[in-house]
């Protein structure tokens, strides 16, 4: 059904002040939600009522709120203010990255941030490429679409037929975005080679395990070209030793991609970017924004090491688009290089929030979340009732636990205790949604019954929240 005020509304001839009030109340509306979404009084998930009296309209949604600051669900989270108006701003603008002629100041804004983030990676000023793109999982996918591209330039045109059975090398803890990717690239999630983890350690990728699982895979008739080193995993937030992975891979002749998704942002700080040593030897990297750097969704980088690669292995030149004889450098015209056409302003985003805050600014957020996830790893290890998964200081800023309630803590260690274990997370986590007091994400993983996965990204969060977190578990965990 058409609202009865539509017609009114610009474009219509005399429509500004109706327009104006519309979206006045529409600012008001979200700036409440803003409000309401950082009030530690407010709930972290719940109804979201959003009424526009001049609409005649209302709508109820239930959902989470991110930007709370006991939410602690996701990799990403927060609101930040100045993001949150670039992405106002964006929609407004409604452009489309794919040519210059349309978005020329986003396109050079977004090289700008491109040759940024090549720098920070270590890259020198005659490497490097990228492209804005909509998620981490598909960066991930875009390395490895350039790096089959790199060793079988003629799959673009041949299809599947030129090549022998590719073999990919990624981490036991990696995403699981590697074997997607595989099997969308129609390179089939057999073929990615699992490689194991020090378990003893903080589950990085075992490097002598990578060798040896590439020589049995050559031995078997695979062909390895692409090896994923992962910087933050997704539940432990472990770092993969790069240099050493970076070694094996030059030995073998083999693309290296390093998945820096959540542990790109660590780049950013003095004290944390040491745990990336090496990442300036990938051929290609992922980093998202959005995770630890605060950029609201989506903002997710694809940065390839050879210049030129990414144009010449997605271009198809439609002229409609891409015309080659432009009165400008149609070398801005860096939608070809995407497998998408029209594409997002995401590179807006980072890039008013860095000239905000700096980079010092983005640093010291940084260095503040994990200075929380220190201080939930000590308050683990003084209250009664809660464990660590692993005993080690946490390297980024996940931190895994279980809380086993007074009625388990007598009992014999074993499959009846790990049963019950396992039901605890869970339980907690649905009484938590009810309240809508904290949020907090929980899995299980290999042999390990459900534990939770507390992260930190919101630079709203403090130790107060933290120590809220664990009353609360312990309230909700009664029996
Ligand atoms: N790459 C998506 C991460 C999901 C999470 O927040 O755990």
Redesign the pocket.
Known sequence: MRMPFLPDLLPASSGEEITRGFLQELVNILFTYICKSSQRSSKTQGELTLCLHQLIFCLTLTDAFPGHPRFFN???SGLDVIGTAAEWLISTANTNMFTYEVSPVFILMEEVLLRKMQSIVGWSSGEGDGIFCPG??ISNLYSILVARYHFYPEVKTRGMGVLPQLGIFTSEHS?YSVKKSAAVLGLGTENVVVVKCDERWVRKMIPAELESSIVTAQEKGLVPFYVNATAGT?VYGAFDPLDAIADICHRHSLWMHVDA?WGGGLLMSDRHRMKLQGIERAWSVTWNPHKMMGVPLQCSAILVKKRGLLRQCNELGAEYLFQADKHYDVSYDTGDKSIQCGRHVDAFKLWLMWKAKGSQGFGAQVDKCLENAEYLYDQLQRRTGFELVYKNKPEHSNVCFWYTPPSLRGLPLGPDRDTRLHQVAPQIKGRMMEKGSVLI?YQPLGAKVNFFRCVFSNPATQQEDIDFLLDEIIRLGHD
Request: no cysteine; net charge neutral.
């Open positions: 996701q990799l990403s981490g999982t995403h997704t998704a994400g």
